[in-house]
């Protein structure tokens, strides 16, 4: 799993079955000092409690559709939980 | 399977069921010279492992999932060892 910040929400108009109702929020993804990296991605949220602002730590393929209920669904990267807080090594 | 260093512990209250009560770490991928690259990986600590402590890192679903006991768990990235050296040839 690797860490990022949701940037912003998506709103489908049609999805696929068994995604109706799940949240779709904008991943810009965290290096490891928590500073944006890379190209923001489309995440399920199967915590469905995750909002713009929040650091939150998100799976990557087929691991990230078994976090969902139903979990036979095309999703590609899901948040699994919202981060309270990263204590990392002195350096 | 990569190596890595423990570089810092995520603290989450809000998450999926399957990682409750378990210890996420964030492990710095290393290098073949044992430097650090860079990347990074949240993995799930089956062996007691803590910031400071070279790990080894499974990075594979199926067998991540093995380890944890868990038939459908969102897990991937387990740490499954403690390195106490690497020599080179």
């Known amino acids: 799993m690797l860490l990022g910040r949701v940037v912003g929400v ?3 108009a049609v999805v696929y079955d068994g995604l109706a109702g799940v ?5 810009q993804p965290l290096d ?9 991605i489309v995440a399920a949220d199967s915590t469905r409690m995750a909002g713009p602002g929040e650091v939150v730590y998100y799976e990557g393929g087929r691991e990230a559709a078994l976090s969902l209920d139903p979990w036979f669904v095309p999703v590609d990267h899901a948040i699994i939980g919202i981060v309270d807080d990263v204590v990392r090594e002195p350096r | 399977m990569i190596i890595g260093m423990v570089t810092g512990q995520v603290y989450s209250t809000i ?7 378990k210890a996420l770490l964030l492990v710095e991928r290393e290098d073949a010279s044992g430097g650090r ?3 990074y990986i949240l993995a799930v600590d089956t062996v007691g492992a803590g910031v400071g402590q070279r790990v080894l890192v499974l990075d594979e679903g199926t067998g991540g999932r093995q380890v944890m006991g868990s ?3 969102p897990v991937k990235s387990v740490i499954v060892g403690i390195v106490d ?4 040839s």
């Open chain 1, 32 to 40: 490891r000092s928590g500073e944006p990296e890379g190209r923001a």
């Open chain 2, 37 to 39: 690259t860079g990347a």
């Open chain 2, 85 to 88: 050296d690497v020599t080179h």
């Open chain 1, 10 to 12: 998506v709103v489908p």
């Open chain 2, 15 to 21: 998450g999926h069921p399957f990682y409750r009560a």
């Open chain 1, 23 to 27: 949240p779709m929020l904008l991943v």
């Open chain 2, 71 to 73: 038939a459908n768990g």
